[in-house]
Structures are given as C-alpha cells and as structure tokens.
C-alpha cells in the first residue's frame, strides 16, 4: 500500500501537469472502487473547473477548484495515477480519468480497487473537510507531530510500539514499512508497550521518523509491487531499507541477522542487538 512518502510522491509529481488545468471532461470504468465513484459530482463539480492547488492529508491527495470543491483520492492498495496523453490506450483497470484542456489525462490506475474517489461540493466542502481532518491523526510534517504529544497520546495505552506509530486515528501515513524503519532508527523494540517509553524514546522515534519519511519523498518513495509515481518513474528508496524485508540478512550497524516476527498481522523486522526488549522485559 502506498505509504505517506509515496503519496507524496505523487503529489509533487502532478503539481507541474495539473495546476491551472481546466477539467473538461471525466471518464469513467464503470466499475465500482471502495466507495461507489460519484458519477454525478465528478459531472457537477469538478468537469469545467480549474485545478488551483493540490494538498495531501495522510495518505488522501486533496485536488482543489476554483469553484471551491473538492476532489479527494486514495490510492488503496494498488492504485497509482499517472499522466498520459489523450491519445494513449487506456489500460484495463484505469477507472477514472480527466481530460484537461493542455491535451492530457489524469487516469486512476487500481488493480485490485481498494481505492477511492470523493468530491465534496463547494457549498460543504469546507465543513466535509474539517470533519474528515478531525477522523485523522497526527501530520508527521506537522507542528503537532512532537515528542511529547506522542507520549501524550500514547498515555497509559499498553499497544506495542510498531502498532501504535501505524495507527492512523494517532498518527497518519506511517505505514508497515516506515514504521520498520523508524523504530530501527530510534532503536526501540518494535513490541515495547507505549506507556514504558521514556521521553528520550519518544524524542528519538519523532527525530527519526521525519528524517526518514523525508529521505524517502527525496528518494522517489519505495517501489515493493505496483508503486509507481505519477511521472511513471519507480521509487528506489527500498535500496536504503535497513531491516525492512531483509530477514537473517546481517543488521548493517553490528552485523547480527535481522529477525523477523509478524505483529499486528504484519510482517516486523528488527535487530534484537540494537533494538533490544531486555530493559523491560520483566514489564511485558
């Protein structure tokens, strides 16, 4: 699934295509995504308008008009969006795509359809945003995103460490593999129950995890599957993973094997030398 660094990515890529584009025209699959596509607001709302500015919140890239609404897409797990002239063959699972008036089209690319595409008209979109913000969790790029409101969020919650940082309702946007990442960074077990970290912990996973989601968006985001930015170039920032996806591989800063365990349902790696659990094992 495209993590924050990726849709990131992908934000920057389509600032150059789309800014002060008029919409002209929308096409769609006729197939639904996660959420039925809204055929008629996509008429309504966003065909004849002009893009003037395109923001992310955790993993939704927001699309705004000049008419004051909104366009707001998810990438699910598979979706990528790519620009491509009007004369180039749509693909199989392209199922959403916008004419603009330079020639070119925007086209949603998903697979597997876990996407989604919401429009919110210009006389709500201000009170449908705010609302959806309020549902999301901290901004890792944001003011908020600190030490000491992770601990504060954090309280006297016993969830593992790993689970908390992928808990979009606390923070948004660090998926599986940038929570590997930033935890081996910070040199915190993955299992530590939040409510044993100290301040320092938490100032050295917030440290780390903006420097690594920001070596990731320079990077191009991380190409596991069917990531690919919105330029159609991949992402290479899996060539400077540490523990992620590199089980009995030697840990790059003592040499021990990467161990891997699944929690949470998802696949962890970590180094028991340098992120070690026996400071509070007699806790667990």
Not at 92 to 114: K, V
Not at 123 to 128: G, I, N, P, T, V
Not at 182 to 208: D, K, M, Y
């Amino acid at each position: 699934m495209p993590e924050l660094p990726e849709v990131e990515v992908t934000r920057l890529g389509l600032l150059p295509h789309l800014l002060e584009q008029n919409i002209t025209a929308v096409f769609w699959s006729g197939k639904q995504l996660r959420l039925p596509m809204p055929v008629n607001l996509l008429d309504e709302c966003i065909c004849g308008s002009t893009v003037i500015a395109i923001d992310r919140r955790a993993k939704y890239l927001l699309i705004r008009m000049n008419n004051a609404s909104v366009l707001m897409l998810h990438l699910g797990m598979t979706g990528r969006l790519g620009i491509f002239p009007r004369a180039t063959a749509r693909a199989t699972h392209d199922h959403l795509g916008l004419l603009l008036n330079n020639g070119l089209e925007l086209r949603l690319h998903d697979a597997r359809r876990f996407g989604s595409v919401t429009v919110w008209p210009s006389k709500q979109a201000a009170q449908l945003e705010e609302a959806f913000s309020l549902r999301q969790g901290l901004e890792p790029f944001g003011p908020d995103f600190t030490a000491a409101n992770l601990a504060r969020l954090a309280g006297q919650r016993k969830q593992p460490v790993k689970t908390f940082l992928m808990d979009a309702r606390q923070i948004s946007g660090i998926g599986n593999i940038y929570a590997n990442e930033t935890l081996f960074a910070a040199g915190v077990h993955p299992q530590v129950p939040v409510n044993l970290l100290n301040a320092e912990q938490w100032q050295r996973i917030t440290t780390c995890a903006v420097a690594i989601l920001n070596r990731a968006i320079a990077a191009g985001g991380s190409t596991i599957s069917d990531f690919l930015g919105s330029s159609g170039q991949a992402g290479h920032f899996q060539l400077q993973f540490a523990v992620y996806g590199k089980k009995d591989q030697p840990c790059p800063v003592c040499g021990q094997k990467i161990h891997r365990e699944n929690l949470g349902g998802r696949a962890t790696f970590f180094c028991l030398a340098c992120q070690p659990l026996s400071a509070v094992a007699n806790l667990l």
